[in-house]
């Protein structure tokens, strides 16, 4: 292989790596305007999973939960391309979703608590998948506040994902 086709490849490989690593920290949607990553929720009951931003891209996955939370990685046109508590990675059309704010209870139960504190009384036991409501949590706290059911209520962070500014938190 001579040296240009070899600059050519290491180029290609280069370009593919930056656009396969997703949007870089402190990013804006070309679209929005809105920074990426961000987190929304599901606006509807159904929606599905698309592998690009048209429908005429293959249905990957079918959500099926009003609130769900996701991450939006990227934008194009009217479609969003979000990653869920999994992993699982896709296009959703942006009329699907909702700038309201959700989590989920990862891993083990957690513990709903009239206090950001572990010694604060407990409200209730929350299941791993139970979706909440955010209605506060700062950058760095250790606890967020929600509403789950009518019960506002303190929730450890680590308990959860759709706080975090990674896929996986």
């Given amino acids: ?22 949007p870089a920290r402190g990013e ?12 929304v929720s599901l606006a509807t009951e159904v929606a599905n999973l698309r592998l690009g931003p048209r429908r005429s891209y293959d249905v990957v996955a079918i959500y099926r939960r009003h609130g769900l939370p996701l991450q ?7 479609w969003r391309e979000v990653v ?11 009329s699907l979703l909702s ?15 009239r206090g950001a504190v572990p010694e604060a009384p407990a409200m209730a036991r929350l299941a791993p998948g139970v979706v909440a409501r955010l ?10 506040f929600v509403e789950v059911d009518g ?19």
């Fill in 72 to 78: 939006i990685v990227g934008e194009f046109g009217n």
């Fill in 28 to 39: 804006v949607g070309e679209v929005t305007g809105l920074p990426l990553p961000r987190f």
């Fill in 84 to 94: 869920d508590f999994e992993g699982a990675r896709g296009w959703v059309h942006g």
């Fill in 1 to 22: 292989m001579d040296r240009a086709a070899r600059v050519v490849s290491t180029l290609v490989l280069v370009l593919a790596l930056v656009a396969a690593s997703g």
């Fill in 151 to 169: 019960r506002r209520g303190w929730l450890a962070r680590v308990r959860l994902w759709g706080v975090g500014g990674s896929p996986t938190s």
């Fill in 135 to 144: 209605l506060r949590c700062e950058a760095g706290a250790a606890w967020c």
């Fill in 99 to 113: 700038g309201r704010r959700t989590v989920m209870v990862r891993g083990e139960a957690a513990v709903l608590r």
